[in-house]
């Protein structure tokens, strides 16, 4: 079975950048989508960004347009999420997700999340 687990989370200042990365085991990511969503404390988890199994198209929300580059290498069987001039509004914990989709139905696996803290 899928399994997946992100790091690279950790407490940045104002401005600065992280790379957090979703490695995956057990299965081959080559067929899977993959989202990175945030979770701040209190509220919904919402979607960051996605890019597709082949890695060819990516998306982003508005907030994070211009400052976050989701990239995949399925060589190493991981996805990346390049993070540039953080924000305190950026803190939230950050779950990878990877789904796998059908006619019928869309299978989804979630990471457990790693900590992420904009903060001078």
């Known amino acids: 079975q899928l399994q997946l687990v992100e790091s690279g989370g950790g407490l940045v200042q104002p401005g600065g950048s992280l790379r957090l990365s979703c490695a995956a085991s057990g299965d081959s990511l080559d067929y899977y989508a993959i989202g990175w969503f945030l979770q701040a404390p209190g509220k919904e988890r919402e979607g960051v960004s996605c890019i597709s199994s082949s890695g060819g198209s990516t998306k982003h929300a508005d907030s994070v347009k211009g400052r976050f580059t989701i990239s995949r290498d399925n060589a190493k069987n991981t996805v990346y999420l390049q993070m540039n001039s953080l924000k305190p509004e950026d803190t939230a914990v950050y779950y990878c997700?990877?789904?796998?989709?059908?006619?019928?139905?869309?299978?989804?696996?979630w990471g457990q999340g790693t900590q992420v803290t904009v903060s001078s």
């Open positions: 997700k990877a789904e796998l989709t059908s006619w019928v139905r869309t299978t989804s696996y």
